[in-house]
């Protein structure tokens, strides 16, 4: 059974940073683009960042280029996200997504997502 | 960038109704890149519709996806109660995601 556990979420002032870090099992880790989207509280949701498989390409969207880093360690099955210069309009579930064998850019398994608050 | 407008906001329908949910888009692109998510309340997303019209797996048959272009349509045969949801449309298939802004499904 495909899991994905996101967990580092929590309250962080603007300006702060914070990591993020989505466990995944059930499926060959290593073969799959992954990918992290975001939704503000009763909001809709927001792509962020994608990774390939391999590490060989890496998106983000405008929002974040620059302030948050994507990365993956294939041999712990782990995907993270480093977030720099928080805002208060970071403010979000943050979700972990495998991106489909077909293509890394339709998401067919999510986790449940860890919250992210930047307040002061 | 290609943008997604998704309407109605809000529909309101009574069991066993035929619900339609539109996903617009700013320009043309290929129906294979198009998905459709459901969000329950307190709960992720989850993959419904891919390539426009193909259900993914454990989408009941009520649910079917169809369009080209830029018009592209969600159609939930007969509502069930468990179907109260948001719904997003997905554009993929290339360096970045777009999604619609949700269409909300009560259930009168």
């Known amino acids: 059974e495909v899991q994905l556990v996101e967990s580092g979420g929590g309250l962080v002032r603007p300006g702060g940073s914070l990591r993020l870090s989505c466990a995944a099992s059930?499926?060959?880790?290593?073969?799959?683009?992954m990918n992290w989207v975001r939704q503000a509280p009763g909001k809709g949701l927001e792509w962020v960042s994608s990774i390939t498989s391999d590490d060989s390409y890496i998106y983000y969207a405008d929002s974040v280029k620059g302030r948050f880093t994507i990365s993956r360690d294939n041999a712990r099955n782990s995907l993270y996200l480093q977030m720099n210069s928080l805002r208060a309009e970071d403010t979000a579930v943050y979700y972990c997504?495998?991106?489909?064998?077909?293509?890394?850019?339709?998401?067919?398994?999510w986790g449940q997502g860890t919250l992210v608050t930047v307040s002061s | 960038e290609i943008v997604l407008t998704q309407s109605p906001g809000t529909l309101s329908l009574s069991p066993g109704e035929r619900a339609t949910l539109s996903c617009r888009a700013s320009q043309i692109f290929s129906s294979s890149y198009l998905a459709w998510y459901q969000q329950k309340p307190g709960q992720a997303p989850r993959l419904l519709i891919y390539g426009a019209s193909s259900r993914a797996a454990g989408t009941p048959d009520r649910f079917s996806g169809s369009g080209s272009g830029t018009d592209f349509t969600l159609t939930i045969s007969r509502l069930e109660p468990e179907d109260l949801a948001v719904y997003y449309c997905q554009r993929y298939g290339s360096s970045s995601l777009t999604f619609g802004g949700g269409t909300k499904v009560e259930i009168k």
């Open positions: 997504a495998r991106g489909s064998y077909s293509s890394g850019w339709l998401l067919d398994y």
């Open positions: 059930g499926f060959t880790f290593s073969s799959y683009t």
